[in-house]
C-alpha cells in the first residue's frame, strides 16, 4: 500500500518474448562433404549435372539454368530451364550421412601398439618388422609382445573366442544360420540355449563384417577394367513384438553384384541400428525441425513418426494392371509419375509401423547413399556398366553419383525389365525360340563368330525398338532370352548416340539382372529369416512368419554375414568364389578362417 504523498508506482508492461530469428534458408540444400545431388538428371541435357545455385542470378540479363517450384505436395523441387525436368530436392547432409553409415565398417580398427607414449613405436603396429618381439603369452592365452625400442612388454587382444564357452560349436552354428535353419532349430542341432545361439549370432556378424572390410579396402587400389554391376531391391518382413500392435515392419535392401564375377559389393537395408528413435525425436522438435521442408531438416534421411503418421494417411498405393511385359513397364512409369517424390518407391500402409530401436531411412536416401558408397570404394574402375532394375529412385541414386563418368563416356546406365510371372513352359518355349533363331543366323552366316551373331541380331532389334513414358524412353525386346530370364526388356538411360551399332549391341546383349537376382534367390533360399512371408486371411493384409525376426538388427547381421560367405566361402561351377574372380582371394576360405580371424 502506498505511504504518505507518493502515488502509487505501476510497473511497465514487459515487451513480448520473441523466438531467435531463423536464418533465412538457403535456396536449395547446400553442399555437404563433396555431395550435391540438386541438378538435372536428364544425361542429355546441357545442365546434367550442374547444381542448382543457392542463389539466383539477378539483373539484366541475368539467365539461370533452373527454377525453384512446388510440387502438389508442397515438396520444393527443382526445373531445368532447358529440358523443363522435374526434380526433387533431397538433403545433401542426409545422403552424406547414409553414405558413410554404409562405409564405417571399413575403418580400421584402433591397431595393438607400444603403450608408452613416448617411445618411437607408440603409433607403430604389432607386426611391423624390427618393431617387437614375441613374449610368450598371458594366463588367458594373450600374445605377449616385447618393444625393440623401450623394452616395455604389453598383451595384444587375444583369439576372438577367448571368452566363449564352447568355441568348438561356432562352426556349426554359423553352417546352420546359413543353411536355413530356424534358431530355435540351431539351438537344439548345436544343443545350446538360444541365448547362446543370438550370442553367436553377433559375434559371427561382427567377425564377418571385419573380415569383408580387410579384403574390401584392398579395392580401392585394385585395378578394374569393367565393371557389369546389376541393382535391384529386395523387401524384409519383420514380425511384430506385441500382440496389441500387429503391424509389421516392413524394409528394404538395395544389393549390387558384378555380373561377370558374381561379388556383391554391398547389400544395404534403409535401417540405422544406431540412431535412438527417443533422442532424435526430442532433439527435432528442439529444433522444430517439423516445420522446415523436408529437405531442409537436420533428420531428412530418417522417418520421424509424425511424418511416418502423415504418409500412411495419404497413402495410396497405385497398383499395376498390366499382364505382359509391356504393360509392366508402362505401369512403372504411370506409378512413379503419380507420387508426390518421383525418386521415393516407399508408401507404408496402416499395416506397417516404424521399428522400436534403431531407425527407419527414407528409402530414397538409402539408395543414393548405396551409389555413393559404391563410388567410394571402388576407385580404380576403367568402365562402368550399371545395369538397373525399372525404379526411378535407383535411376536418380546412379545418374547423379556418377554423372562426372557419365558425361567423360566411362559409365553408362541400363533400365532392365523381366517378367518374372512366366511359367516353366513358357520359359521352355522362350529357350527353344531363341536358340532356333541363333542357330538360323548362323546357318546363314557359317563364317561369323558367335559374337558377330549376337551384334547381328541384337542390331536388327535395335530397329525396333518402342517408346515408353513420360519421357519417351527407347525399350529394346531382348531377342535371345535364358531360362532364368526368359522375358527381358531394355532401355539405355545414357545414350549420347556416339556408340557404333556393334558395340551397343553387345552392350545391349550385355544387360542382365542376373547377378543381382541370383543373390536374392540365394538368400531367400538360405536364410529361414529372409524367407518369403504369407499373408494370412486371419490378419487382414498383415503378415506374419514364424521364421522371420522381431528385431531389424537381425536382418542386418543375417545379410551381413549371407553377403560374405557368398563373396567368399562358396564356389561356383568353375571351382572359384566371387572373391577369387575379382582378385581378393586366391582360394577359397573355410568357415574357420572368419571365425578366427583379426
Given at each position: 500500500?502506498?505511504?504518505?504523498?507518493?502515488?502509487?508506482?505501476?510497473?511497465?508492461?514487459?515487451?513480448?518474448?520473441?523466438?531467435?530469428?531463423?536464418?533465412?534458408?538457403?535456396?536449395?540444400?547446400?553442399?555437404?562433404?563433396?555431395?550435391?545431388?540438386?541438378?538435372?538428371?536428364?544425361?542429355?541435357?546441357?545442365?546434367?549435372?550442374?547444381?542448382?545455385?543457392?542463389?539466383?542470378?539477378?539483373?539484366?540479363?541475368?539467365?539461370?539454368?533452373?527454377?525453384?517450384?512446388?510440387?502438389?505436395?508442397?515438396?520444393?523441387?527443382?526445373?531445368?530451364?532447358?529440358?523443363?525436368?522435374?526434380?526433387?530436392?533431397?538433403?545433401?547432409?542426409?545422403?552424406?550421412?547414409?553414405?558413410?553409415?554404409?562405409?564405417?565398417?571399413?575403418?580400421?580398427?584402433?591397431?595393438?601398439?607400444?603403450?608408452?607414449?613416448?617411445?618411437?613405436?607408440?603409433?607403430?603396429?604389432?607386426?611391423?618388422?624390427?618393431?617387437?618381439?614375441?613374449?610368450?603369452?598371458?594366463?588367458?592365452?594373450?600374445?605377449?609382445?616385447?618393444?625393440?625400442?623401450?623394452?616395455?612388454?604389453?598383451?595384444?587382444?587375444?583369439?576372438?573366442?577367448?571368452?566363449?564357452?564352447?568355441?568348438?560349436?561356432?562352426?556349426?552354428?554359423?553352417?546352420?544360420?546359413?543353411?536355413?535353419?530356424?534358431?530355435?532349430?540351431?539351438?537344439?542341432?548345436?544343443?545350446?540355449?538360444?541365448?547362446?545361439?543370438?550370442?553367436?549370432?553377433?559375434?559371427?556378424?561382427?567377425?564377418?563384417?571385419?573380415?569383408?572390410?580387410?579384403?574390401?579396402?584392398?579395392?580401392?587400389?585394385?585395378?578394374?577394367?569393367?565393371?557389369?554391376?546389376?541393382?535391384?531391391?529386395?523387401?524384409?518382413?519383420?514380425?511384430?513384438?506385441?500382440?496389441?500392435?500387429?503391424?509389421?515392419?516392413?524394409?528394404?535392401?538395395?544389393?549390387?553384384?558384378?555380373?561377370?564375377?558374381?561379388?556383391?559389393?554391398?547389400?544395404?537395408?534403409?535401417?540405422?541400428?544406431?540412431?535412438?528413435?527417443?533422442?532424435?525425436?526430442?532433439?527435432?522438435?528442439?529444433?522444430?525441425?517439423?516445420?522446415?521442408?523436408?529437405?531442409?531438416?537436420r533428420f531428412s534421411r530418417l522417418w520421424l513418426q509424425a511424418d511416418y503418421d502423415l504418409a500412411v494417411r495419404q497413402s495410396r498405393k497405385k497398383q499395376p494392371t498390366g499382364t505382359s511385359l509391356t504393360a509392366e513397364i508402362d505401369d512403372a512409369y504411370r506409378i512413379a509419375q503419380a507420387r508426390p517424390d518421383i525418386e521415393s518407391p516407399e508408401a507404408p500402409?496402416?499395416?506397417?509401423?516404424?521399428?522400436?530401436?534403431?531407425?527407419?531411412?527414407?528409402?530414397?536416401?538409402?539408395?543414393?547413399?548405396?551409389?555413393?558408397?559404391?563410388?567410394?570404394?571402388?576407385?580404380?574402375?576403367?568402365?562402368?556398366?550399371?545395369?538397373?532394375?525399372?525404379?526411378?529412385?535407383?535411376?536418380?541414386?546412379?545418374?547423379?553419383?556418377?554423372?562426372?563418368?557419365?558425361?567423360?563416356?566411362?559409365?553408362?546406365?541400363?533400365?532392365?525389365?523381366?517378367?518374372?510371372?512366366?511359367?516353366?513352359?513358357?520359359?521352355?518355349?522362350?529357350?527353344?525360340?531363341?536358340?532356333?533363331?541363333?542357330?538360323?543366323?548362323?546357318?546363314?552366316?557359317?563364317?561369323?563368330?558367335?559374337?558377330?551373331?549376337?551384334?547381328?541380331?541384337?542390331?536388327?532389334?535395335?530397329?525396333?525398338?518402342?517408346?515408353?513414358?513420360?519421357?519417351?524412353?527407347?525399350?529394346?525386346?531382348?531377342?535371345?532370352?535364358?531360362?532364368?530370364?526368359?522375358?527381358?526388356?531394355?532401355?539405355?538411360?545414357?545414350?549420347?548416340?556416339?556408340?557404333?551399332?556393334?558395340?551397343?549391341?553387345?552392350?545391349?546383349?550385355?544387360?542382365?539382372?542376373?547377378?543381382?537376382?541370383?543373390?536374392?534367390?540365394?538368400?531367400?533360399?538360405?536364410?529361414?529369416?529372409?524367407?518369403?512371408?504369407?499373408?494370412?486371411?486371419?490378419?487382414?493384409?498383415?503378415?506374419?512368419?514364424?521364421?522371420?525376426?522381431?528385431?531389424?538388427?537381425?536382418?542386418?547381421?543375417?545379410?551381413?554375414?549371407?553377403?560374405?560367405?557368398?563373396?567368399?566361402?562358396?564356389?561356383?561351377?568353375?571351382?572359384?568364389?566371387?572373391?577369387?574372380?575379382?582378385?581378393?582371394?586366391?582360394?577359397?576360405?573355410?568357415?574357420?578362417?572368419?571365425?578366427?580371424?583379426?
Amino acid at each position: 500500500m502506498p505511504q504518505g504523498n507518493f502515488p502509487a508506482l505501476t510497473p511497465a508492461p514487459l515487451p513480448p518474448i520473441s523466438p531467435p530469428a531463423q536464418p533465412p534458408l538457403p535456396r536449395v540444400p547446400l553442399d555437404h562433404d563433396g555431395v550435391q545431388v540438386n541438378f538435372c538428371k536428364n544425361p542429355t541435357c546441357a545442365n546434367f549435372g550442374v547444381p542448382i545455385a543457392a542463389t539466383a542470378a539477378r539483373g539484366r540479363g541475368a539467365v539461370n539454368p533452373y527454377t525453384v517450384v512446388a510440387s502438389g505436395a508442397g515438396l520444393p523441387m527443382g526445373r531445368c530451364n532447358a529440358c523443363n525436368e522435374h526434380f526433387p530436392f533431397k538433403s545433401n547432409r542426409g545422403i552424406a550421412e547414409e553414405r558413410d553409415r554404409m562405409a564405417a565398417y571399413l575403418v580400421p580398427i584402433g591397431a595393438t601398439t607400444c603403450p608408452t607414449g613416448t617411445c618411437a613405436n607408440h603409433a607403430v603396429p604389432v607386426g611391423t618388422p624390427g618393431a617387437y618381439q614375441a613374449y610368450g603369452t598371458t594366463k588367458g592365452g594373450s600374445r605377449r609382445w616385447r618393444c625393440c625400442a623401450c623394452g616395455k612388454t604389453f598383451s595384444a587382444s587375444a583369439r576372438p573366442t577367448l571368452r566363449q564357452r564352447q568355441p568348438s560349436k561356432n562352426r556349426l552354428i554359423f553352417k546352420l544360420l546359413i543353411n536355413k535353419s530356424p534358431l530355435n532349430r540351431i539351438a537344439e542341432v548345436a544343443e545350446v540355449n538360444i541365448g547362446t545361439v543370438f550370442h553367436r549370432l553377433h559375434f559371427i556378424h561382427e567377425q564377418c563384417v571385419a573380415f569383408a572390410a580387410d579384403r574390401e579396402r584392398r579395392l580401392a587400389t585394385l585395378p578394374i577394367e569393367r565393371l557389369y554391376i546389376s541393382v535391384d531391391r529386395q523387401d524384409h518382413i519383420i514380425n511384430w513384438q506385441a500382440r496389441k500392435d500387429r503391424r509389421n515392419i516392413v524394409l528394404s535392401t538395395v544389393g549390387s553384384v558384378d555380373n561377370a564375377t558374381g561379388y556383391c559389393f554391398g547389400l544395404h537395408l534403409n535401417y540405422d541400428p544406431s540412431s535412438d528413435p527417443a533422442r532424435v525425436e526430442a532433439e527435432a522438435l528442439a529444433l522444430n525441425d517439423q516445420a522446415l521442408p523436408a529437405p531442409h531438416r537436420r533428420f531428412s534421411r530418417l522417418w520421424l513418426q509424425a511424418d511416418y503418421d502423415l504418409a500412411v494417411r495419404q497413402s495410396r498405393k497405385k497398383q499395376p494392371t498390366g499382364t505382359s511385359l509391356t504393360a509392366e513397364i508402362d505401369d512403372a512409369y504411370r506409378i512413379a509419375q503419380a507420387r508426390p517424390d518421383i525418386e521415393s518407391p516407399e508408401a507404408p500402409s496402416k499395416d506397417e509401423r516404424l521399428p522400436i530401436s534403431g531407425m527407419q531411412t527414407r528409402l530414397e536416401y538409402t539408395l543414393y547413399g548405396h551409389f555413393m558408397f559404391l563410388h567410394s570404394l571402388l576407385r580404380n574402375v576403367g568402365k562402368w556398366r550399371f545395369f538397373l532394375d525399372q525404379d526411378s529412385g535407383i535411376r536418380a541414386a546412379c545418374l547423379a553419383t556418377f554423372r562426372e563418368e557419365i558425361t567423360g563416356r566411362t559409365c553408362d546406365a541400363f533400365f532392365v525389365r523381366i517378367n518374372k510371372d512366366l511359367g516353366i513352359d513358357q520359359k521352355r518355349r522362350a529357350c527353344i525360340a531363341a536358340d532356333r533363331l541363333f542357330a538360323a543366323e548362323r546357318a546363314a552366316h557359317p563364317g561369323m563368330k558367335d559374337h558377330e551373331i549376337v551384334q547381328e541380331i541384337f542390331k536388327r532389334q535395335m530397329a525396333s525398338m518402342t517408346p515408353h513414358g513420360r519421357w519417351s524412353d527407347r525399350w529394346l525386346a531382348h531377342p535371345l532370352p535364358t531360362i532364368s530370364e526368359p522375358e527381358l526388356a531394355i532401355s539405355y538411360l545414357t545414350d549420347f548416340g556416339d556408340y557404333d551399332p556393334n558395340h551397343l549391341a553387345l552392350l545391349y546383349a550385355k544387360a542382365s539382372l542376373h547377378g543381382v537376382d541370383s543373390l536374392f534367390n540365394q538368400l531367400r533360399r538360405r536364410s529361414s529369416m529372409l524367407e518369403r512371408s504369407l499373408h494370412l486371411r486371419s490378419n487382414a493384409g498383415r503378415i506374419w512368419s514364424g521364421y522371420a525376426p522381431y528385431r531389424p538388427e537381425h536382418t542386418v547381421a543375417i545379410l551381413d554375414i549371407l553377403r560374405t560367405a557368398h563373396n567368399f566361402i562358396w564356389v561356383g561351377d568353375d571351382g572359384m568364389t566371387p572373391a577369387m574372380r575379382i582378385g581378393l582371394a586366391k582360394a577359397p576360405l573355410d568357415y574357420e578362417d572368419i571365425i578366427h580371424f583379426g
